[in-house]
């Protein structure tokens, strides 16, 4: 009886996750289905079912027709180089968080991780419109360069085919550096202080414990998100390079996940897009199983050095003593690595800063100063039309509220997703806990591709359907694993005596753990309120009623007709006193610019508060996990 009661609460605790295990199996894993029209002459609006049966047609035109071939030659090309060069820089983060942690200013310190690690909340499309103020031809770039008596004509930085992958990789590294260093800085805190304790007594210099201390204690971190990478190969992603996609730099831009979205949707070859979707996805997952295995064949070997890495690797430095009352002082090397540090840092930090300010001072000076690229430093002739002119375009406070209201139900529900499928993954008596874990865990790794999704998504009728933008978000399985993370930190005994005392999985959950989880879950639903307010490439894919735009998709637009939209302000300003001086005329700059400010407006305003939450649950995620 007692084995029976206990099967049947294992099943029931199955059963409380079975609705999101059916919502994950809808938006992961049945797009997997529209690989079948790889096999079919597929042209919509004709249905599937009347498409003819091609089978490997599709497949064999990607080797034998020669147009085909050049261009997927070129695509792999571009999509090995980006992805190469991630690799070849994948140590960067690692670097950046050795030396932050050197710097023994806390305010200084502080402030360098929070300007660092801005660019990492804001969307591919305002990226693109911060480089498009600041590197266009009348950007603030070319401006300065024709203040300094540089150059007469502007350089197009923007529409150039040279060096594209070294562009966007750089783009990238400033978006993504300083997040990518909170793992890294997480290890570090993580080093037993015992080992800078015998280092100091031995009287090892600055340069010596970062190598034989906290290097070492690094490496396995590095190793596994290495890997990680490199089983993520060929996922490039697709908004960062749509975004700065054009005629000129096409060729030299398109990646795998691009190429398919612009076969599909630009030139309607849905079929060979998928079949390029398929094999990139299967050699995803062959590259995901390889890196694992690796990993484990590698696991032991990593867990003796990091148990013996440390005692040798301060062998040279005992050769090396130095007075106990002295190990404190600097060296006059390790004042002059302290000095070029600060100097690294406080460039990196003003790089990271100084677009935000440039656009915002450039939104507030005089448009015509401004169009010329001619404000650099300071705002000049100050004024603040440009807002209240921007929002005479229509759509602008419509698209504000689509974004706000799938923020908020998004956010809400992904948090009470999240909150839930994290504690009952943490409950050993589940059944099928683990297989069930595994199955949500694996869809961070891999998928259908752009166009089955896309495809699957149309079959489902979520097209110009606002559910669209809510529904597949709602499981979401990073934030899953750091509340589980988080649950497994807290002691066991809570639970235990909450059982003992007669409550229910329910109970516990409701009573006891989500009010402890708090923390961790403000940090889920910062992260969600993020993801969603930037999402652009569900809209671009989905939506094409304007009722839905969302503020990203309304903001590439208005990048792209700001020439159009600065026309029609000033046709509405007409006989207006604003129209009296040149400085408030609407021009394409001061269109693209305040928009841009609006729609960053809320992550700028937002960020600082909330900053020390999120870095703080990453870090509960990377120490505990």
Known sequence: MLTYNKRSTSFRKFLYISPFMILLFIFAYYPLYGWV?????????????????????????????EVKVDQLLQVIKNTFGMSGLTLLFSWLPMVFAIFLTEIKAVRFRKFIQTVTTLPNFISWVLVYSLAFSMFSSEGVINGMLRQLGLTDAPILFLQSSEHVWITMWMWTTWKALGWSAILYIAAIMGIDDSLYEAAHVDGATRMQVIRHVVLPSMLPTYFVLLMLQIASFLN????????????FNKDSIQVLDLYVYNLAMGGGSYSVSVAISMLKSLISVVLLFSVNGLSKMLRGGEHRMSEHAAEPALEPVRQSRVDQKTRYKLSATDKFISVVIYTLFSLFALICVYPFYSIIINTISANDISARGDVVFFPKHIHFQNYIDVFKIPGLGHAALVSLGRTVIGTSLTVG????LGFMFSQEDM??????????????????GIIPWYLTMRSLHLTNNFLAYILPTVVAPFFIILVKTFVES??????????????????????????????????????????????????????????LYSLQFILYNYINQASSLSTMVNLQNAGSTAMSSLSTKQTTT???????????????????????????GIMIGAVKG
């Open 490 to 547: 807290t002691p066991k005994e809570l639970q235990q005596a909450a059982s003992i005392d007669g409550a229910g999985t329910m109970t516990i959950f409701f009573r006891i753990m989500l009010p402890i989880c708090k923390p961790i879950l403000a940090t889920v639903a910062i992260f969600a309120a993020v993801d969603q307010w930037n999402s652009f490439q569900d809209t671009l894919l989905l939506v094409t009623d304007s009722n």
């Open 37 to 65: 029209y790889a096999f079919f002459d597929y042209t919509p609006p004709i249905p599937l079912s009347k498409s003819p049966f091609v089978g490997l047609q599709w497949f064999r035109s990607l080797v034998e027709n």
């Open 236 to 247: 490039n992603g697709l908004e960062q390079y749509f975004v700065f996609q054009n005629a």
């Open 431 to 448: 059944w099928a806990r683990k297989f069930w874990y595994r199955f949500t865990v694996i869809t961070m790794f891999f998928s259908a």
């Open 417 to 420: 997703a999240s909150a839930f």
């Open 590 to 616: 001061s269109i693209r610019m305040t928009v841009t400010i609006i729609v960053v407006a809320p992550i700028l305003l937002i960020y600082p508060i909330f900053q020390r939450f999120f870095v703080k």
